[in-house]
């Protein structure tokens, strides 16, 4: 992976993180999963159920994308700094 690539990486997985981490995307994640539970809890239709499976699905592939960025970034930031380390023994 070249230099530009790395570092665009990195900047994704950091902004990821603080998606993840902000309050805001916090509480929303939080309650919107606890919504979705109660009333997929309390449907009494089969569809009404359903939909509610594929919004948390939706919302919790959502959330493993961020996730996956941050990951990728740590792997990015460890290449980068193994890059820097060969550079400098010459």
């Known amino acids: 992976?070249?230099?530009?690539?790395?570092r665009r990486?990195?900047?994704?997985?950091y902004e990821a993180q603080s998606l993840l981490e902000h309050p805001l995307l916090v509480d929303c994640f939080t309650g919107l999963k606890r919504r979705y539970q109660?009333?997929?809890l309390g449907?009494?239709?089969a569809e009404q159920r359903e939909q509610c499976w594929h919004d948390m699905q939706a919302l919790l592939r959502l959330e493993a994308q961020l996730q996956e960025w941050v990951i990728s970034a740590e792997m990015?930031?460890?290449q980068q700094q193994e890059r820097e380390a060969?550079?400098?023994r010459g």
């Open 86 to 88: 060969r550079n400098e």
């Open 76 to 78: 990015a930031a460890q």
């Open 1 to 6: 992976m070249d230099e530009h690539r790395l």
């Open 38 to 40: 109660d009333v997929w």
């Open 9 to 13: 990486e990195i900047a994704k997985g």
């Open 43 to 45: 449907a009494q239709e």
